[in-house]
């Protein structure tokens, strides 16, 4: 390996270590349970920990590391530094469909939270409606793609808007609540299934990061060099619509991490998407969780959501970082 | 024994417009082969058939004897390389970076390999471009970039080389020195195929020149023959003649 490449994997071994740091340090962050106490699995300590300190952080983790990762994509697939896992219309459709469910008063279906099912739903009718518009003489166009998906994001947001002027009050609290995105607790079955998604997905893409920096340059061009164009943007779109319908279905819409957190890692890491896939999804998790974790001490009891901490912490750095360097 | 390219029969349009008109030609290797004609004359659209890039409503084109659609991805782009019209500009990787990209074909690896390297810095040195490797690409002058769009293709080591318009933005030295360059590719075995529009820089280094007008072939002739019959000019402009210069080449001049 020379010494670019080596460069490029501390830059991932660096980041995997603070991903890991922060699963172990951030669930004690905010004091009020002991060591000891968890350890002897005392009650409340063990339970808070347990039950509600760890899996929101790992929540928060696997979240912010799949939306890092899926702007990173969308980014580069798309040629587009705007682009966030919000763009091609899937999270809007996973809004819709949990915007539904709350309207309707459902609590589970299935065994699961029927917002979920909803969200999951709605994101996967929108991915087959966008993947449908855009395919045309046997090839899926990144332009078609985007404008297909804003489309659909723009009409999802109607339907939004519609249902909460016409549902009952306390109904279009829980929509507006849901709408807002916050890391909160959730079960460990919830959490497992999440975790292979992101494993599984994330796989995917990682591996396929030279086809990405072929057509970050363009789709003429990738296609000149050996990329399976219309390999590459179905699987680009599929995998980076599951990432972000899964976040969306266990967070609501936290979007400003997967725009963030490329173009940090972009000027500051790499812009090769070996390295700054990997880095963005490992810092995005800790920078998610992060923010969740100091939306819940800073204000205590009070709770801030994690999604309005990094806007007032990332805003102001990215439009520093862009003034520097555009 | 087939040809490295057979262009058999190609024909492209859009709705209510014909693009080429069953447009037929063979090359080998050491050929460097200039496509001329006026805007609109489907240049870049043969180019895009032959590079793979867009499937051609009849005809065929064949790589090595095989037709080209039933090449692998891969495969193809270790026989073909292409520089497209328009390449983006405003691109975050190194001029390194971007170079390395003409080896994705052959890289089996997470990184490059020191082979995928040395390959990549014959190609910037080629190019002349080796001196600004570490630069970012958004920061090269219009020429500079090109210099390095061209390096990725050379790094690609192709047995056959597409160029849209491969001069666009260089300086008169550079331009000069970017077709010597592609002639010697071709001395090398290289088949190179070049969209251009200046003329006297075509004479003076391919070896034949096809002339494209309203999507047919108009004229195929070996460049030694551009005096034979000059009513090829004629076709790009009635302001050029044909001349020689006092070495014998054939030349284009302005009326």
């Known amino acids: 390996m020379n010494s670019r490449g080596a460069h490029g994997v501390g830059w991932i071994w660096g980041s995997a270590l603070a991903f890991l740091l922060a699963a172990i340090l951030l669930p004690w962050a905010g004091g009020s349970i002991r060591l000891d106490r968890v350890l002897a699995k005392a009650a409340p300590d063990y339970g808070i920990f347990v039950e509600l300190r760890l899996s929101r952080t790992l929540l928060g983790l696997l979240a912010g590391g799949a939306l890092a990762l899926t702007g990173s994509l969308f980014q580069s697939m798309l040629r587009d530094s705007l682009a966030t896992p919000y763009t091609l219309g899937v999270s809007a459709g996973a809004s819709f469909g949990a915007v539904v469910t709350l309207a309707l008063d459902l609590d589970r279906l299935l065994g699961f939270p029927a917002a979920w099912i909803g969200a999951m739903t709605g994101a996967a009718a929108v991915l087959l409606i966008v993947a449908g518009a855009s395919y045309k003489r046997g090839s899926l166009s990144g332009v078609r793609l985007l404008l297909s998906g804003i489309a659909l994001n723009s009409i999802c947001t109607a339907f939004i808007l519609l249902i909460n002027s016409v549902v009952h009050d306390r109904r279009s609290f829980s929509i507006t609540q849901w709408l807002l995105g916050s890391v909160d607790s959730v079960s460990y079955r919830a959490l497992f299934v999440f975790g292979v998604v992101v494993l599984i997905a994330s796989s995917i893409v990682i591996t396929q990061a030279r086809g990405w920096n072929l057509l970050a340059v363009g789709e003429a061009w990738a296609a000149s060099r050996g990329a399976d164009l219309r390999g590459l943007t179905m699987t680009g779109y599929c995998c980076g619509s599951v990432l972000t319908a899964g976040a969306i279905a266990l967070t609501g819409p936290i979007g400003f991490v997967g725009l963030i957190v490329p173009h940090v890692v972009r000027a500051r890491i790499s812009p090769d998407n070996r390295v700054l896939m990997p880095c963005s999804m490992l810092l995005g998790g800790v920078l998610l969780a992060s923010c969740d974790t100091i939306g819940r001490i800073v204000l205590a009891p009070a709770e801030l959501p994690a999604g309005a901490v990094m806007a007032l912490v990332g805003g102001p750095y990215l439009v520093w970082l862009v003034r520097r360097r555009f | ?255």
Request: aromatic share 8%.
């Open chain 2, 1 to 255: 024994m087939s040809a490295r390219l057979a262009v058999r029969e190609v024909s492209f349009g859009y709705p209510g417009h014909r693009v080429l008109d069953s447009v037929s030609f063979s090359a080998d290797g050491g050929e460097f082969i200039v496509l001329t004609g006026v805007n609109g004359a489907g240049k870049s659209t043969l180019l895009d058939i032959i590079a793979g890039l867009r499937e051609p409503d009849a005809g065929e084109v064949s790589l090595e004897g095989r037709a080209l659609a039933a090449w692998p991805a891969k495969e193809r782009a270790r026989r073909i390389s292409h520089l497209p019209q328009g390449t983006r500009a405003a691109l975050p990787f190194t001029v390194e970076q971007v170079v390395l990209m003409g080896r994705y074909a052959f890289a089996d690896r997470w990184f490059e390999s020191t082979e995928d390297r040395i390959y990549a810095e014959d190609a910037m040195r080629r190019m002349n471009c080796l001196q600004f490797r570490d630069r970012n690409f958004s920061t090269l002058s219009g020429g500079e970039q090109q210099r390095v769009l061209l390096a990725a293709c050379i790094a690609q080591c192709p047995s056959v080389m597409l160029f849209d318009e491969p001069s666009t933005y260089l300086d008169v030295h550079q331009q000069v020195e970017c077709f010597r360059t592609l002639a010697a590719l071709a001395r090398e075995g290289a088949l190179c195929l070049a969209v251009t529009h200046d003329l006297n820089l075509a004479l003076a280094h391919s070896s034949r020149v096809i002339v494209l007008d309203q999507g047919k072939i108009a004229a195929d002739f070996p460049v030694e023959n551009a005096c034979a019959d000059p009513a090829w000019i004629g076709r790009l402009s009635p302001h050029l003649r044909m001349a020689r210069t006092p070495e014998g080449l054939p030349w284009v001049l302005y009326r």
